[in-house]
């Protein structure tokens, strides 16, 4: 279409409406007018400025399609990764309200618990203190073997944890409203075993303070066995420290509390993860959707600015041809019939006026 500018159609309109043309001599020579008087079909110049403006409109066609061979498969790559990330956002979503849902049921049951007066993590350090604390009481306790001083530090570290240990079981058994089998024999057979132990602890104690002289090192007045008996009071007090310690800290159902607070810590884990895996699935299709739109209205923009420039195609052919006819009336006196005619001006197929979203596969079903 450049070629067909307004000042040059004007100039073949004023030609072709002549009743005369140019000679050498005698200058002017009478011809026929273009169109012809009683032409009904278009003027040729008209014509072939309709193909010229078909094959600007073909080209421009050509250009989209080759441009829309990347943009369209990228578009849809988009809308799959949109439509994934879609349906793992929904998935996650239910997931995080699923487990709200049991966290608030176990967070319910966990809150209705009577919590013991003192919490297991204090529990658990009153009874290192105990065994560290008694240490310094039963570390000769074993000299009396002659062993090395290694060995006769790992018998006292025994001893020490022993008798932390059994207190420990001792006051989980007697805590309990329904003892199992077990916690009915350590209520038993506990005290019996605690007495063995702490009378061989204070024969051997008696036996190392006969064979030291401890009354002499001293310089107390009382005997061995007196000194033995001391130190067993005070293991034995240290025995019942534990037992305590352990009573307090221990619920009187202790298999149901633990296994509704082992529930509320699973429940409160799971729901932290899904909550966090909701939010990153969320951020993903926030991404994805922006990506989406970003590529849409990108394709979308490219595809109306060829429209708009076939349409302008269009538009400037019906003004050049408006222009022909106008020049071309001026120069004559009649009116061809093809004049009374709207121009058959070149039509935009509509397979380029409407964009195809469509991102199915052939023979895919949606």
């Keep these: 279409m450049r070629k067909y500018t307004h000042r040059r159609v004007v100039r073949k309109g004023k030609k072709d409406g002549r009743d005369w043309r140019y000679t050498i001599w005698p200058f002017k020579r009478e011809k026929t007018p273009e169109p012809k008087t009683d032409q009904k079909i278009p003027a040729q110049y008209e014509i072939e400025i309709m193909k010229a403006a078909e094959n600007d409109i073909a080209l421009q066609a050509e250009k989209w399609k080759e441009i829309d061979k990347d943009l369209k498969p990228t578009y849809c790559t988009a809308v799959t990764e949109a439509e994934l990330a879609r349906k ?9 309200q699923a ?102 602890t204070a024969f051997l104690r008696g036996k190392y303070f006969e064979v030291l002289k401890i009354q002499n090192i001293i310089g107390v007045s009382l005997t061995p066995m007196q000194l033995t008996i001391i130190f067993m009071i005070i293991n034995v007090l240290f025995f019942f420290a534990a037992m305590i310690v352990s009573f307090e800290s221990t619920h009187p159902q202790k298999s149901q509390y633990a296994a509704i607070v082992n529930r509320y810590r699973m429940a409160l884990k799971r729901l932290e993860k899904e909550a966090a895996e909701a ?14 739109q970003r590529l849409r209205q990108k394709r979308l923009k490219m595809h109306e600015q060829f429209v708009q420039m076939m349409r302008s195609i269009v538009d400037n052919a019906e003004w050049l041809i408006s222009a022909y006819r106008a020049a071309n009336l001026r120069e004559r006196k009649d009116i061809p019939p093809c004049f009374l005619n709207q121009p058959q001006l070149s039509q935009i197929p509509d397979n380029l006026l409407t964009l195809d979203w469509n991102c199915e596969k052939p023979g895919e079903k949606s």
């Design 88 to 96: 793992t956002s929904q998935k996650e979503t239910e997931e995080a």
């Design 99 to 200: 487990a709200q849902i049991e966290f608030n049921a176990a967070k319910k049951k966990y809150e209705a618990l009577s919590l013991p007066r003192l919490s297991a993590k204090w529990g658990n350090i009153w009874l290192i203190f105990i065994a560290l604390a008694e240490f310094p009481l039963n570390r000769v306790v074993f000299n009396v073997f002659a062993e090395s001083q290694i060995l006769t530090l790992i018998f006292a570290a025994g001893l020490c944890v022993m008798l932390p240990l059994f207190g420990h079981f001792m006051g989980v058994a007697l805590r309990q409203e329904f003892r199992n089998r077990t916690e009915k024999i350590i209520l038993i057979a506990m005290p019996a075993i605690m007495a063995f132990v702490l009378a061989v």
């Design 279 to 292: 939010t990153d699935a969320g951020k993903t299709l926030k991404r994805a959707e922006i990506k989406l």
